[in-house]
């Protein structure tokens, strides 16, 4: 069956012909309504949820207290199944993004994005490539990237094959169905949902991606780093022995410093350097 781009404006493509349809999600409000809006097309659709399994791509002590509790919770709330994959080293070991940090000594970037390569990418593709084994035919990726949130995304199709993760055997699409949306219309879709999200939003956080992120502005890593003093602590003492700061021109210290001398998070208009 060929597959094609839903019209403009759709919600929700044509999924019946996939065997698998997996959300990924990071807990996150975005993850959240784009999981809430694939329930919705298969329930329009008549799509057994069975098919549709939540995947998560868990960061360790990186991520936010609590993600990975929430990701089930979330997912329990339409039945869903949850798979939860970590980054593995050559030899199959699983290795932190601080581990993986102090062995390169040096932090990602938006050139070298190996928190999102090695740490989201790769542990999802094995997901993929897991759920084949377990039942072939073709396959859905779902991500909640908007094109509100970077120019990058913005650039990004709806629905395209993904030929990365797609084989000679194996055909994977991606849909990202909230692509267009706004951040209010998550936020009313989440409300309406009932479905809890993470209490770093309240905080102020704009994001829910690594508690301490390479594209946060500061205002984000001051609210992330006095809720999370311990690991703002681990961070700096990685920065200080690598002696390559966190990001470029801003060095995770002087955010601790910051916070020390009580100086409060400027306002953030929830976009990121991504």
Known sequence: MRYEEPEKGEPDGPLAGFRWIVVNSSGGKDSQAALHTVVQACEKQNIPL????????????????????LVHKQAAHYGLRVI?????????????????????????????????????????????????????????????????????????????????????????????????????????????????????????????????????PKAALMIAGKANPELLDKYCDVEEEIEHTFQNGRSLCSIRDAIKAGETAEEMDGKWNM
């Not at 868990?58 to 609590?66: A, F, H, K, Q, V």
């Not at 709806?158 to 990202?176: A, F, G, P």
């Open 84 to 216: 939860v994959s970590r980054r593995r080293d050559k030899d199959g070991k699983e290795e932190s993004l601080l581990e993986y940090v102090q062995r390169r000594k040096k932090w990602p970037s938006s050139t070298t994005r190996f928190c999102t390569s090695d740490f989201k990418r790769g542990p999802g593709a094995r997901v993929i490539t897991a759920l084949y084994k377990e039942s072939p035919g073709m396959m859905l990726q779902v991500y909640g990237f908007r094109a509100d949130e970077s120019p990058f995304r913005a650039k990004k199709l709806s629905w395209e094959i993904n030929k990365v993760c797609s084989t000679k055997s194996r055909t994977v699409y991606d849909w990202l169905p909230i692509h267009h949306w706004s951040e209010e219309d998550v936020w009313r879709t989440i409300k309406e949902s009932g479905v809890p999200f993470h209490p770093a939003y309240t905080l102020g956080m704009p994001r829910l991606s690594c508690v301490l992120c390479i594209f946060a």
């Open 50 to 69: 069975e098919r549709v399994v939540v995947s998560h791509q868990d960061l360790g002590e990186s991520e936010w207290p609590g993600t990975q509790d």
